[in-house]
């Protein structure tokens, strides 16, 4: 149990379009779901938090006009690079957590995106 | 705040023989410890985690935690390494609150196994 899947998995698009990832709790609802950014050998940084209904909190640093973040239901967000430039281009991960009381995330495989 | 530093962003070992990646963490609360593995192109796995109940805790594939709250310590070791063990691993700090709150990843550290 606890699955959560992202799609796609990888990702090339030309800069100056939009890149939409979804991630998605197969198997339990997440009541939080995280989106994470992995740059080259580097660790994860936490880029926003969402919780179902409502808006997302990002992190200070992040640009929430840039990165659009919808947690429409109990199984699925989405995060949408918009006007894309190189410099985002990343590995993004996904974590969603099942409920406030029970401390653990489980993580996504992860999107590879690459903007040219 | 919170934050963790895993002190070391190479470590290689032989087969067979012990691992210890060292992690120290600092909180503002009592925190709940993480240790993930990541292999290459793979998503996050989850090792081991501490929830404020046993010190000494055990994950899977052999390797195991000790909290140590004097030391804010939480080292991964490993009896006998294996060649599959070689990936990255991070140390992370999880909020007080629970699953709500996002987690602090420490910089990695890369294990590699040699034969």
């Known amino acids: 149990g606890a699955v959560v899947s992202q799609h796609p998995s990888r990702v090339i698009c030309k800069s100056g379009t939009s890149v939409k990832i979804e991630c998605r709790s197969l198997d339990f609802q997440a009541t939080t779901m995280f989106w994470y950014r992995q740059f080259p050998k580097k660790s994860l940084m936490l880029m926003a938090t969402s919780n179902e209904g409502s808006k997302a909190t990002y992190e200070q640093g992040v640009e929430k006009d840039k990165f659009l973040i919808n947690h429409a239901s109990l199984t699925l967000s989405t995060l949408t690079v918009t006007s894309a430039h190189p410099e985002d281009s990343s590995f993004y991960i996904c974590s969603a957590a099942r409920s406030a009381s029970y401390n653990e995330q489980f993580f996504g495989p992860g999107t590879r995106l690459t903007v040219l | 705040a919170q934050s963790v530093t895993q002190l070391d962003s190479h470590v290689s070992v032989s087969e067979g023989t012990p691992v210890l990646l060292r992690c120290n963490y600092s909180s503002s609360y009592s925190p709940s410890l993480f240790w993930y593995v990541q292999h290459p192109n793979k998503g996050l796995q989850l090792l081991l985690k501490?929830?404020?109940?046993?010190?000494l805790v055990k994950g899977i594939n052999g390797f195991e935690a000790e909290f140590k709250k004097s030391e804010t310590s939480f080292h991964l070791t490993k009896p006998s390494a294996h060649m599959s063990d070689a990936a990255e691993y991070f140390c992370?700090?999880?909020?007080?609150?629970?699953?709500?709150?996002?987690?602090?990843f420490g910089k990695g550290t890369h294990l590699i196994i040699q034969p």
């Open positions: 992370v700090v999880g909020g007080g609150g629970g699953g709500a709150d996002g987690l602090t």
């Open positions: 501490y929830t404020s109940a046993a010190t």
